[in-house]
């Protein structure tokens, strides 16, 4: 049974695949974590909209599929920044016109063609495993540049996209790094495109920044815990969508994903018990009323590692004791 | 180069959306000076300021920064702009220490990792804010007060000759304005050069040297500091609407008036 496993990750189709993933998984979070700080978590879902598109223009006429892609995505990508530039529409109902138009567009162009929809279902969801040399080739170079920029240009793109005025009076083209970023985020969908396929690209995007966050607290952390989240989804999937193929038909695209939110579902309550944590221990705002009580015969002996929540109030320490504030003054305790 | 005017607007206007919201505002800033601008929401007063650092272009007028023209000023290092707090948390995570290093982004080229200087830079920003045991906590857990603290450390952290502040007291709790406030009085000890915007001063009221009033789109007031604004310093939930004490005479009526009656507002003329 091992030597059978041996053979099949050794084969030339899966470990073209095997790069493919591991080349797709750094750089969908490299993208998708400033996406995130936007709170644009669903452009790389708009962008993949509009690729379909650009892949039945591929198909249709005959070039690449893969480079008419990345065409119809950095001029949609474009066009969802200038028109959140403008302010004119609501940038969610701009991704909705996109996301409809992209898809309606894909799917006429593809029977226009008269090709077989499963064509097109290899891009919708994903193909890995039928990846070329060439291909593979074409997505290492893609999510190589895209992963230098994110990481390369981190400064810059961190202030342009956490405080936009601020990152304007410190003289950045704020412009230039918007469109940036949406054109790199066009290029991580169709670099995407062949692992998790266009329905399912910004979860590769997305899922492990969100997973990231629910631990880190700084955003270089978040950005290489996404990037190496991301890997551990795509490569893992892949391998495992590879490994129960041999009892049923389990897509590789679908198994990334689920994988990836699994990832999410698991660090989730760790992220809700440090952020409750947090909120208990955040110090009571400063000053206390005039005139208050004092317990002059208190039981118990406050003190570190005494069970009770200590919580910072001014210079002092307040113990949360049975829903009370005890500060420790001299002998007694003050009820704050 | 000391000696060179850090704001001169003459006869500025600005018009967003093609609404006029300034008009003929003339505003000087000498080196080492700390000028507030007061007025109610709505008075153009933010727009104003946004205006001076390069966010909205002017309708009319001229300004010069360091004695260049605006449009064709670059030493952004030179400038700190402190923005409304909206901006310190987003999307993702961030350590106070990673957004005040932002600040630094003016100084720094492209491609280069942070040298001595700028880490030197960000430290004493964040010690002159008094947040340097908080560097490496998430900006999102502090108060309203730190945050505001932060984007100072920001805009300190470029070493900027001139600061421009846009509302740091909004939503701040009164002890937090105080400890701002002692922040911005050491820094105008060092010789700042700092512009702020509010539309209450509190604990901040002795620290200007001169302030400027807008009310609908004018200056109407620049001169010294309004008695009546530093009487307002240290009494706790003083609220001042009408920072212009000369509005008080001249209005007629109380802010009370019947739902079908028009608002006989002394400035609207016959309404």
Redesign the interface.
């Known amino acids: 049974m091992t030597a059978s496993y041996a053979e099949l990750f050794s084969s030339p189709f899966m470990q073209r695949a095997l790069l493919a993933a591991l080349f797709t998984g750094l750089a969908a979070p490299a993208i998708g974590t400033y996406l995130v700080q936007r709170r644009l978590s669903l452009m790389g879902d708009g962008i993949g909209h509009v690729a379909v598109t650009g892949v039945a223009l591929g198909l249709l006429t005959g070039l690449s599929p893969t480079w008419t892609a990345v065409v119809v995505a950095i001029l949609g990508a474009v066009a969802i920044e200038v028109i959140r530039e403008r302010g004119t529409t609501n940038g969610d109902l701009v991704l909705a016109l996109l996301f409809y138009g992209g898809l309606a567009g894909g799917v006429l162009l593809t029977g226009l063609g008269g090709q077989a929809t499963t064509r097109l279902q290899q891009f919708l969801f994903g193909s890995i495993t039928t990846a070329s040399a060439s291909d593979v080739l074409v997505t290492m170079a893609l999510a190589t540049i895209v992963v230098l920029v994110g990481v390369g240009l981190s400064p810059q793109l961190f202030a342009a996209s956490q405080d936009p005025d601020f990152a304007r009076v410190a003289g950045l083209r704020l412009r230039a790094y918007n469109v940036l970023v949406a054109v790199l985020a066009a290029v991580s969908v169709t670099v995407a495109m062949r692992t998790v396929g266009l329905l399912l690209v910004s979860a590769l995007m997305v899922v492990p920044v969100a997973t990231a966050q629910q631990l880190t607290r700084s955003f270089r952390v978040t950005l290489t815990a996404a990037m190496a989240l991301g890997v551990l989804a795509s490569v893992g999937g892949l391998a495992l969508s590879a490994v129960l193929s041999r009892q049923a038909t389990v897509a590789p695209g679908p198994t990334i994903v689920l994988l990836a939110l699994a990832c999410f579902l698991l660090t989730w309550p760790i992220g809700v018990w440090r952020r409750r944590r947090r909120r208990r221990a955040e110090p009571f705002p400063s000053g206390s009323p005039s005139g208050h009580a004092h317990i002059e015969s208190h039981p118990h002996r406050h003190g570190r590692d005494c069970g009770h929540l200590a919580v910072p109030h001014d210079d002092h320490v307040d113990y949360v004791h049975d829903g009370h504030r005890h500060a420790p003054h001299g002998e007694h305790y003050d009820e704050h | 180069m000391p000696g060179v005017t850090p704001v001169q607007l003459t006869d500025g206007a600005i018009a967003l959306g093609g609404r006029p919201i300034v008009r003929g505002v003339d505003l000087v800033v000498d080196t080492g000076e700390f000028v507030t601008v007061l007025g109610p929401n709505g008075s153009g007063k933010s727009t104003l300021i946004?205006a001076l650092?390069?966010?909205h272009p002017l309708s009319r007028g001229s300004l010069t920064l360091f004695g260049t023209p605006s449009t064709r000023f670059?030493e952004?290092?030179r400038?700190g702009?402190v923005?409304q707090r909206s901006?310190?948390a987003?999307?993702?995570?961030?350590?106070v220490w990673?957004?005040v290093?932002?600040?630094r982004?003016?100084r720094?080229r492209?491609?280069r990792p942070l040298g001595r200087a700028d880490r030197a830079a960000i430290q004493d920003a964040l010690e002159l804010v008094d947040l340097a045991d908080r560097r490496?906590?998430?900006v999102d857990?502090l108060?309203g007060g730190q945050q505001q603290r932060v984007?100072i450390a920001?805009?300190l952290a470029?070493e900027p000759e001139l600061l421009v502040l846009d509302e740091p007291t909004a939503g701040v709790?009164l002890?937090h304005q105080q400890v701002l406030a002692d922040t911005l009085g050491r820094l105008r000890q060092r010789g700042a050069t700092i512009v702020l915007v509010a539309h209450e001063l509190g604990p901040l009221a002795p620290l200007a040297d001169r302030t400027v009033v807008m009310r609908d789109g004018r200056a109407e007031y620049d001169g010294p500091p309004l008695p009546d604004w530093l009487g307002a310093h240290g009494a706790p939930g003083d609220h001042h609407h009408h920072p212009d004490p000369r509005a008080h005479r001249t209005r007629p009526l109380p802010d009370l008036t019947a739902p079908l009656d028009r608002a006989p507002h002394p400035r609207d003329g016959h309404a």
């Open positions: 946004r650092v390069g966010l670059r952004w290092h400038l702009y923005p901006g310190a987003a999307g993702v995570p961030a350590t990673e957004v290093a932002a600040g982004l003016s720094r492209l491609l490496l906590d998430g857990h108060s984007l920001r805009a470029g709790d002890h």
